[in-house]
């Protein structure tokens, strides 16, 4: 439920953002803001004892951080990405409307186990993307880390915020 009112309210924030531009305007450079990647953490992934990659991490837990997600950014730093916290493990669904860059959305179980991974997501698409099984958090990296990192569901994360 909270997945769809998040989706509802996301297309409410488009179409009244895309308001500001005349019909079939396309935003110019100056007008679209970017911002900046801030470490919040770092996460791991994990297959049993082994740490495959680990991962710079903003951390997306209210709701205005989590509607927000990686919207307006055109690129993330290397080895970085954002985690999703939710209150409670649920069915998921991800879109990509306003996202500019292609992403492997993984979501992961409230033990921090991967459920499903949606590689290579469309940047701009409206359609959601569900989770397949309930999931507490997503993780959010560049298109292809998961196939150039070799990760894959039943892998767990370890995440840490900065200073802990």
């Not at 911002?35 to 919040?40: E, L, R």
């Not at 939710?86 to 992403?103: A, D």
């Amino acid at each position: 439920m909270l997945t769809r009112i998040v989706l509802l309210v996301s297309m409410m924030s488009v179409a009244i953002l895309s308001g500001c531009n005349r019909p079939g305007e396309t935003p110019t450079p100056d007008a679209i803001v970017t911002i900046p990647f801030t470490k919040h953490g770092d996460l791991d992934f994990v297959r049993g004892t082994e740490t495959l990659s680990t991962i710079e991490i903003e951390i997306a837990d209210s709701d205005s951080s989590r509607l927000r997600g990686l919207m307006q950014r055109t690129s993330l730093p290397e080895n970085s990405g954002m985690l999703f916290i939710f209150p409670v493990e649920e069915e998921q669904g991800f879109w990509m409307g306003n996202t500019q860059m292609s992403l492997d959305l993984i979501y992961v179980s409230a033990d921090s186990s991967i459920v499903s991974i949606a590689k290579y997501a469309q940047p701009m698409a409206l359609e959601t993307i569900p989770s397949g099984a309930p999931a507490q958090y997503v993780v959010e990296v560049p298109a292809g880390y998961t196939d150039s990192y070799g990760i894959i569901e039943g892998d767990m994360i370890v995440w840490r915020r900065a200073g802990q």
